[in-house]
């Protein structure tokens, strides 16, 4: 049985983990010791250099769920299927399996590719990739991303087949071996390594273009070819990837050529970056959203017009132009926008829309509602607000300047930003308000709202941190889910959000985008998107 761990979407909270890096690994004020100089990249040869800001925790799936490890992964490790530029399941670049089929609601096939090696020469075969999966259900292991498999009744395989029986019928799932949970590893590799598996003692192998080379925590991970790989070739020897946390020491870093690119461009500065000599920057929306929970069991939270009162008095339009330079979306609710214009017509979208209740910023507004409730003359509370992360610190003091002007005064607990994600999986009462910030796993349009709004999620080990618990939420949620029609969960979700927004358990204040920079004369092609991570992402980079 797999543990109620939740999603522990360390990758979704990945720029509280960058902040916290960022505090432990600054490198004076200038450039990083991990950055290479000019004079080094004159010697580099087909040497891509791509800075990350996070030195990411294992290269072990298990126990690294953040985009900045996908990164790296998705080079050395194949996943079950490969994800489109939405996220759509392909069996092209990037995949292990030649076809796949849901046999059943609950029940789906793989027949792996012949002929795939790792990069020990060994043969991938498909008990490799049914133990890819299973590691993650045996409470043993402790996975990070147990949670995925919650719904899983067995994963086994047979011959080149792997079979996956649910317990009940779940759309989400098709999406899932595209995601971080769908790696594949070597059983054979993993467990002559267990102990220290992920480790720069004990690097996992894969069967993808590149294989592990060097990896020395804090200053540089380094990536070779794989002499096995029969796929596209790309043009580069080795990639080194130093971690340069310092945002400072990254963009000096991207000026003087001593990189040649990076996902870890700062929103916020996007104008900066564009603004640098030899450096050519773009953006494009990441699915995933930055906000706040109002915990329905606390306090003053309890009262739904306190809620709509704060949700009246932030300047989302304001926080999205100051944290996002403007590039990212202001939202109406979960899902973003980007999950849904796949699926059902703008205008049946547009329609829907309209009747999901808004809060315009309006300090008058926020005052006539706060005067209809409990506590109209205001009231002191205290938020824990993970740091040293500027995005969050600038996030919650755009909250905390609109709730001063209507009397509510919120005042920080800064602490350290995975002490603060655990206080959310403990659950314990008195949650209050908690600043949020996840990245999509899969474009399911439930996916977010089963794990916010879920009400069995209101527990320890998830992350309905709003204690929300409607049964009409459910059951919207729970009929989307079993329905292989995507379109009646579009359609559900976006009833969903109609429902919330009336209650006000969350604000979701913005879509935050992924900024890119890379050395000119480089660039990205539109076929990159917002699960970029899960890919080989070099193919869709134009560089040589």
């Known amino acids: 049985m797999v543990p109620k761990t939740g999603h522990l979407r360390m990758r979704a909270l990945m720029w509280l983990a960058a902040g916290i890096a960022a505090a432990a690994l600054l490198v004076g004020v200038g450039v990083s010791a991990a950055a290479p100089s000019q004079a080094q990249r004159a010697d580099a040869g087909d040497n891509l250099i791509w800075a990350i800001q996070t030195n990411p925790a294992s290269l072990f799936n298990a126990f690294c769920f953040c985009s900045v490890g996908q990164t790296v992964m998705s080079l050395v490790q194949d996943h079950i299927l490969a994800p489109g530029t939405f996220g759509q399941p392909t069996t092209g670049n990037g995949a292990v399996v030649s076809s ?26 498909a008990a490799d990739v049914a133990f890819s999966l299973n590691v993650h259900r045996d409470p043993a292991t402790a996975s990070k991303v147990a949670s995925f498999f919650g719904n899983v009744k067995s994963v086994a395989s047979k011959g080149n087949v792997v079979t996956v029986q649910l317990l009940k019928p779940d759309s ?6 595209t995601a971080t949970p769908g790696l594949v590893y070597s059983q054979a590799h993993y467990l002559k390594n267990k102990a220290s598996y992920g480790t720069p003692s004990a690097l996992p192998i894969g069967t993808g273009p590149y294989r592990f080379k060097e990896w020395q925590p804090n200053a540089k991970i380094v990536l070779e070819r794989n002499p096995y790989y029969k796929g596209k070739k790309y043009p580069y020897e080795t990639i080194t990837i130093p971690i340069i946390p310092n945002e400072q020491a990254l963009l000096l870093a ?26 050519k920057v773009g953006s494009f929306l990441s699915g995933g959203w930055r906000g706040f929970s109002f915990d329905m069991e ?95 610190i600038l996030l919650s003091q755009t909250l905390q300047q609109g709730a001063k002007a209507i009397g509510i005064t919120i005042n920080f607990n800064v602490m350290p930003g995975p002490p603060r994600f655990q206080v959310i999986l403990d659950h314990k009462p008195g949650l209050g308000i908690q600043v949020l910030g996840q990245a999509p796993d899969t474009p399911h349009p439930l996916q977010f709202q089963d794990l916010l ?40 979700a976006l009833k969903v959000q109609t429902i919330v927004a009336t209650q006000v358990p969350y604000i979701h204040v913005f879509t935050f985008p992924v900024a890119w920079g890379v050395k000119e004369g480089w660039g990205f092609r539109s076929s990159i998107g917002p699960f970029y991570y899960n890919q080989i992402w070099l193919q869709h980079l134009v560089s040589k």
């Open 254 to 279: 991207m000026q003087s050529g001593a990189i040649d690119g990076t996902f870890a461009v700062p929103a916020a500065q996007f104008g900066a970056w564009q603004r640098a000599p030899n450096t």
């Open 100 to 125: 796949w089929k849901a046999v059943s609601p609950t029940v789906y096939r793989y027949t792996v590719k012949p002929g795939i090696k790792f990069s020990d020469g060994s043969t991938l075969t």
């Open 172 to 177: 989400n799932w098709q999406y899932v071996p």
């Open 298 to 392: 606390d306090g003053p939270f309890q009262d739904v017009h306190v809620r709509r009162a704060l949700a009246y008095s932030l300047d989302m339009d304001g926080a999205n132009k100051a944290l996002n330079s403007g590039i990212g979306q202001v939202l109406t609710g979960m899902p973003p926008l980007l999950f849904l214009r796949g699926i059902l017509p703008k205008a049946e979208i547009d329609a829907a829309l309209k009747k999901v209740p808004k809060y315009p910023y309006s300090v008058q507004k926020a005052k006539d509602e706060l005067a209809k409730s409990k506590y109209p003359n205001g009231f002191t509370t205290t938020m824990n607000v993970p740091g040293p992360c500027q995005p969050c």
């Open 453 to 492: 709004y879920t009400g069995s999620h209101a527990a320890p080990g998830f992350e309905n941190s709003a204690n929300l618990k409607n049964p009409a939420i459910d059951k919207l949620i729970t009929q989307g889910l079993a329905s292989t029609d995507l379109k009646v969960a579009a359609r559900n």
